[in-house]
């Protein structure tokens, strides 16, 4: 028999047998015709593709039934009819019924070719084919590397990456040194971990830091075309522990620090500024007065930072920062002389203007804070305190005129020597041509005697008794000169007179030093007379060069205390 023949014979059996299967469950809503439509339908139901059957000369690797689109393929099940041979004619309709998921229906099969016809063009086959064996190449390489850093990443990283940041660090900053603890990366996560880093700067001052982890930094763009800090770190996160930095004398310390680009966050733990020397080293150093800082902050968050603004160094923005538990502490040596001025120390304006790119904190929050001011006489005297407890701070609009800002606003309260609460407010505008800003506050009642913590190491005067019921000022500064008043009403204050290098009462001098004052220079009392009159101290200070903002603002104000509780026959000493 010729293959004409036999072909005819065998599409002759299979037509009979597709026309004689019985009902096999609820089929298809909709069917294209199995010639005209094969495989075109892609709205997720079976097609039969029955020119590979019909056209026995090809026929490719498919299924009868095959899934055009849907979730998965379906499940046929079919009862089968005794076979008969029919020879179809050319054109007749062959319906078939067919049972898929609960559903029937019938497929008609049009236009019934010859069983020798070629078959429909292959152009889509072919492309499907390179197109999945595109994905499957790509698939292979991921895998593939995916396996190699897996595997074998952090020995490459370690003996190639390592030293060659060592030696490059090294070259740009002659002098200096660094060394790396063990790199680790995990390529599913995309994460870099470095066990511990060791840095000395080309002064000398050490730097480390323990356990470093970075994610989701796109470290194929360091590598192609310019790179763009912005884009490398878009989702980048870091998280280092155990930072520790020498800065001149002091040394900055940060137990966790974390900071997440896509949460536009920063936030640090355990924060200190210490000194890495004794009190007594570090004033024997200079000849002149110094001042000691100390600084201890629980945890200090930034939301809002602006961080494709800072990474191309645009900007410097942040939405809020937030400062908990705060202690900050001073100490200085009234035993030396005051150093030779050489230049004043910047006012908030001036150090806003020397930022050159737009500065904004929308705002500034302090909770539970503490500050100490402390002043020692000579060297081994227990120095004279003058503390704020429960401070709260909250300032408003921080920004240069660069970003928009016109004035600061600022509202702290605390707690004076733990006995009256202080509440002040400020108002500075941040572009002034000169020294320009107002305060304002009240004291609530409080037992003056508890100010000896301060007069006592400081101090000429100490404090035997006296209370106040109230304190009012509000002061005025404008050029660097403050003008203000000060209203406050107290009873029976009597002081002591002590020597201003030993802090002693004791004396011929100092006993009649403290009668004349108490008799002539200070006044008892300030309560409101018949006509509900009361004195007012006067403000009147204009700023020394070497003062600070803080120290500027408090000289001002004790101006008006000490107008206040004056006689008029002398300054109290």
Same mark, same amino acid.
């Given at each position: 028999?010729?293959?004409?023949?036999? =072909? /005819?014979? @065998?599409?002759?059996? &299979?037509?009979?047998? +597709?026309?004689?299967?019985?009902?096999?469950?609820?089929? *298809?809503? $909709?069917?294209?015709?199995?010639?005209?439509?094969?495989?075109?339908?892609?709205?997720?139901?079976?097609?039969?593709?029955?020119?590979?059957?019909?056209?026995?000369?090809?026929?490719?690797?498919?299924?009868?039934?095959?899934?055009?689109?849907?979730?998965?393929?379906?499940?046929?099940?079919?009862?089968?009819?005794?076979?008969?041979?029919?020879?179809?004619?050319?054109?007749?309709?062959?319906?078939?019924?067919?049972?898929?998921?609960?559903?029937?229906?019938?497929?008609?099969?049009?236009?019934?070719?010859?069983?020798?016809?070629?078959?429909?063009?292959?152009?889509?086959?072919?492309?499907?084919?390179?197109?999945?064996?595109?994905? =499957? /190449?790509? @698939?292979?390489?991921? &895998?593939?590397?995916? +396996?190699?850093?897996?595997?074998?990443?952090?020995?490459? *990283?370690? $003996?190639?990456?390592?030293?060659?940041?060592?030696?490059?660090?090294?070259?740009?900053?002659?002098?200096?040194?660094?060394?790396?603890?063990?790199?680790?990366?995990?390529?599913?996560?995309?994460?870099?971990?470095?066990?511990?880093?060791?840095?000395?700067?080309?002064?000398?001052?050490?730097?480390?830091?323990?356990?470093?982890?970075?994610?989701?930094?796109?470290?194929?763009?360091?590598?192609?075309?310019?790179?763009?800090?912005?884009?490398?770190?878009?989702?980048?996160?870091?998280?280092?522990?155990?930072?520790?930095?020498?800065?001149?004398?002091?040394?900055?310390?940060?137990?966790?620090?974390?900071?997440?680009?896509?949460?536009?966050?920063?936030?640090?733990?355990?924060?200190?500024?210490?000194?890495?020397?004794?009190?007594?080293?570090?004033?024997?150093?200079?000849?002149?007065?110094?001042?000691?800082?100390?600084?201890?902050?629980?945890?200090?968050?930034?939301?809002?930072?602006?961080?494709?603004?800072?990474?191309?160094?645009?900007?410097?923005?942040?939405?809020?920062?937030?400062?908990?538990?705060?202690?900050?502490?001073?100490?200085?040596?009234?035993?030396?002389?005051?150093?030779?001025?050489?230049?004043?120390?910047?006012?908030?304006?001036?150090?806003?203007?020397?930022?050159?790119?737009?500065?904004?904190?929308?705002?500034?929050?302090?909770?539970?804070?503490?500050?100490?001011?402390?002043?020692?006489?000579?060297?081994?005297?227990?120095?004279?305190?003058?503390?704020?407890?429960?401070?709260?701070?909250?300032?408003?609009?921080?920004?240069?005129?660069?970003?928009?800002?016109?004035?600061?606003?600022?509202?702290?309260?605390?707690?004076?020597?733990?006995?009256?609460?202080?509440?002040?407010?400020?108002?500075?505008?941040?572009?002034?041509?000169?020294?320009?800003?107002?305060?304002?506050?009240?004291?609530?009642?409080?037992?003056?005697?508890?100010?000896?913590?301060?007069?006592?190491?400081?101090?000429?005067?100490?404090?035997?008794?006296?209370?106040?019921?109230?304190?009012?000022?509000?002061?005025?500064?404008?050029?660097?000169?403050?003008?203000?008043?000060?209203?406050?009403?107290?009873?029976?204050?009597?002081?002591?007179?002590?020597?201003?290098?030993?802090?002693?009462?004791?004396?011929?001098?100092?006993?009649?030093?403290?009668?004349?004052?108490?008799?002539?220079?200070?006044?008892?009392?300030?309560?409101?007379?018949?006509?509900?009159?009361?004195?007012?101290?006067?403000?009147?200070?204009?700023?020394?060069?070497?003062?600070?903002?803080?120290?500027?603002?408090?000289?001002?104000?004790?101006?008006?205390?000490?107008?206040?509780?004056?006689?008029?026959?002398?300054?109290?000493?």
């Amino acid at each position: 028999m010729e293959m004409g023949e036999a =072909a /005819a014979d @065998l599409f002759s059996r &299979v037509a009979a047998f +597709a026309k004689h299967v019985a009902t096999i469950g609820v089929g *298809l809503e $909709r069917t294209t015709s199995a010639y005209n439509n094969a495989g075109a339908n892609r709205s997720g139901i079976a097609s039969p593709t029955m020119w590979p059957v019909l056209n026995m000369g090809r026929v490719p690797k498919r299924t009868f039934f095959r899934r055009a689109g849907g979730p998965r393929y379906h499940k046929l099940i079919a009862r089968i009819a005794p076979i008969e041979t029919v020879q179809p004619e050319r054109g007749q309709v062959l319906t078939i019924s067919v049972m898929r998921l609960g559903r029937l229906a019938k497929v008609s099969l049009k236009n019934l070719t010859d069983p020798l016809a070629a078959p429909p063009p292959a152009r889509n086959m072919r492309k499907r084919a390179r197109v999945f064996k595109a994905i =499957a /190449a790509s @698939l292979a390489i991921v &895998v593939l590397v995916a +396996a190699v850093f897996h595997f074998s990443g952090d020995a490459l *990283l370690n $003996r190639f990456l390592r030293p060659k940041l060592e030696r490059a660090f090294s070259a740009h900053l002659p002098g200096s040194s660094l060394h790396l603890g063990a790199f680790r990366y995990d390529f599913w996560s995309n994460r870099l971990g470095c066990d511990s880093v060791a840095m000395t700067r080309t002064d000398g001052a050490p730097a480390s830091a323990g356990l470093i982890s970075a994610t989701g930094v796109h470290w194929g763009r360091l590598l192609v075309g310019k790179p763009n800090p912005a884009q490398i770190f878009s989702s980048a996160q870091l998280e280092v522990t155990d930072l520790s930095a020498v800065l001149a004398e002091y040394r900055v310390r940060c137990g966790h620090l974390r900071i997440s680009v896509p949460d536009s966050e920063i936030a640090a733990q355990a924060l200190t500024l210490q000194l890495v020397m004794s009190d007594e080293a570090f004033f024997a150093s200079a000849p002149f007065r110094r001042v000691r800082y100390q600084l201890a902050v629980a945890s200090c968050s930034l939301r809002g930072v602006g961080f494709a603004e800072l990474l191309n160094g645009q900007a410097y923005r942040a939405r809020s920062v937030e400062l908990a538990g705060p202690v900050f502490e001073s100490l200085v040596n009234r035993d030396k002389p005051r150093r030779p001025l050489t230049e004043s120390p910047p006012m908030p304006h001036e150090a806003l203007a020397a930022i050159t790119r737009p500065f904004r904190i929308d705002r500034l929050t302090i909770t539970d804070g503490l500050i100490k001011y402390a002043a020692r006489r000579f060297e081994g005297a227990e120095p004279g305190v003058l503390k704020f407890s429960a401070v709260q701070i909250s300032a408003k609009e921080i920004a240069n005129a660069a970003a928009g800002g016109q004035a600061i606003g600022l509202l702290a309260e605390g707690r004076l020597m733990d006995a009256g609460t202080m509440i002040v407010q400020m108002r500075i505008p941040v572009a002034p041509s000169t020294l320009a800003f107002q305060y304002s506050g009240k004291l609530s009642a409080m037992d003056l005697t508890r100010l000896d913590g301060y007069m006592d190491g400081s101090g000429r005067i100490q404090i035997r008794s006296g209370s106040a019921s109230e304190a009012l000022f509000d002061i005025d500064v404008v050029g660097g000169h403050a003008h203000g008043a000060l209203r406050g009403v107290y009873r029976d204050l009597q002081v002591t007179v002590v020597d201003p290098d030993t802090g002693s009462e004791r004396g011929v001098t100092n006993r009649v030093a403290t009668i004349l004052t108490n008799q002539l220079k200070v006044r008892n009392e300030n309560t409101p007379d018949k006509a509900g009159a009361l004195k007012a101290g006067k403000v009147d200070y204009a700023r020394k060069p070497e003062e600070t903002f803080l120290q500027f603002a408090w000289l001002a104000l004790r101006t008006g205390v000490m107008d206040l509780i004056s006689l008029q026959a002398g300054p109290i000493p």
